[in-house]
Structures are given as C-alpha cells and as structure tokens.
C-alpha cells in the first residue's frame, strides 16, 4: 500500500493544479484515505514539510512525537479537521474545529510529548505539516496503546467514538 509520493526535487517548488488533483485522486483512492506528497527533499532534511492530502474516514492513530525537538505546526490549506488532544490515560482533553474559511482557526502548533490526532472534516481536505527531522520510522511517532491499531476492527468503533464527541462540540 502506497503511503505517500516520493520526495520532490529541485530548488524550488510551487504546487501546480495537476499536483494537488493528482493528490486529492490518490487520497480518493488510498485504502487509508489519505496520501502525503512529501515537500522536503530527502528524509534526512533537518525540516520535514508536507502536503497531506486527507478524506473523511481516515484514522488517525493517537500519537505524540517524542523528541525533544518535535515540535509539529499543521495549516489547514483546504477543508476542515476536528483536532483532539488527549491526557496520557487516553482521555480527550481538548477539541478544535480547524477550518480554512476561519483565518483565526487554521493553524494550530502542538509541542512535543503532546498525545494527539484528528478527524477530517470536508472531502479533500488538504493540510500542510511541518516539523523537525530527519524522519525516523522508529522515533518519529509513539503510537497510544490505549487507542486501536490502524486497520483493526477496533479502529472503525474509536474512529465513530471521536465522531460522536465532535458532533457534540465539545468533551
């Protein structure tokens, strides 16, 4: 299962309407619906950028990043995403609607160590993410034990849970 596109090259990149629809297809398409267009060069870049093109019903497994200079900063380029951050048992202690119609509620920076995850709002929601690197596959991400794998039965229920809660609109 394809996870993202490969690195871009070249000194300079602009997004191009082919690029983003090639995006938003794969994402349509993608099992996990979603599909990232890596924007920095390599995964050694000490800066990782990123499009991350996203459809409803992706599963975001909580997570936080646990070094010390992994803080991540995501901007909502298209579309909407309810954005959780949870307590260490697993508990939802805060919800955020972020939505690109809401220049004040579009940008949300979350420092390290911070248990978190999101629901896609809108079909082809497209953010923008950035945080430090080089990627590592084993200290980019600490996956919550209190929250189901992706593709497991269980991730369907949770992923229901967090609905219900953003429809309430609050914890």
Excluded at 8 to 22: A, D, K, R, Y
Excluded at 66 to 74: C, G, Y
Aim: contains cysteine.
């Amino acid at each position: 299962m394809k996870l993202a596109f490969e690195n871009i090259s070249g000194n300079v990149f602009t997004p191009t309407s082919e690029i983003l629809e090639q995006g938003f297809e794969a994402s349509r398409k993608s099992p996990r619906k979603r599909m990232i267009l890596p924007l920095h060069r390599s995964q050694e870049a000490k800066v990782q950028r990123m499009y991350n093109f996203m459809q409803p019903g992706t599963y975001i497994r909580p997570h936080l990043h646990p070094r010390d200079s992994a803080s991540e900063s995501i901007c909502v380029l298209q579309g909407a995403i309810a954005f959780f951050v949870f307590d260490d048992f697993g508990n939802p202690s805060s919800l955020i609607e972020l939505d690109v119609s809401d220049l004040a509620k579009n940008v949300i920076d979350i420092e390290p160590n911070v248990w978190h995850s999101f629901l896609v709002l809108k079909p082809d929601t497209l953010l923008f993410e950035t945080k430090m690197g080089p990627y590592s596959t084993t200290l980019d991400k600490t996956f919550a034990d209190w929250a189901p794998e992706e593709n497991s039965k269980e991730a369907e229920a949770y992923l229901d849970y967090l609905n219900e809660i953003n429809q309430r609109g609050k914890l």
